[in-house]
């Protein structure tokens, strides 16, 4: 992440392989992305900025990655997987 008033870059991240496609959270502190940090499918996880970073990962998909993470404005995240679109709340299960 780029900060322009400080004119560098924060890591939030410390994971060596590929995350992708972030999407703010309703505050500036929270992200969420895709990320096969756990050794299997792609997955969505969220982080934190600021203070203690941290990382959660949401969903817990084995055969097949999780793709096209998009958000609206009232914190719904839509997501699909196995040819299935799934909408999930920020702080909730995912639903077909």
Do not use: H
């Not at 939030?12 to 990320?35: A, H, I, K, Q």
């Not at 817990?60 to 699909?80: E, I, Q």
Request: hydrophobic share 20%.
């Amino acid at each position: 992440m780029y900060d322009t008033k400080k004119d560098e870059y924060i890591q939030v991240s410390s994971y060596e392989g590929e995350d992708r496609e972030p999407v703010w959270g309703n505050d500036d502190n929270t992200f969420y992305y895709l990320s096969e940090r756990d050794g299997g499918a792609q997955n969505i996880y969220k982080g934190t900025i600021g203070g203690q970073s941290s990382v959660t990962e949401l969903t817990k998909f084995k055969d097949n990655p999780v793709r096209f993470l998009s958000r609206a404005s009232d914190g719904t995240l839509c997501f699909t997987n196995n040819g299935e679109i799934y909408t999930m709340k920020e702080n909730g299960s995912p639903e077909k």
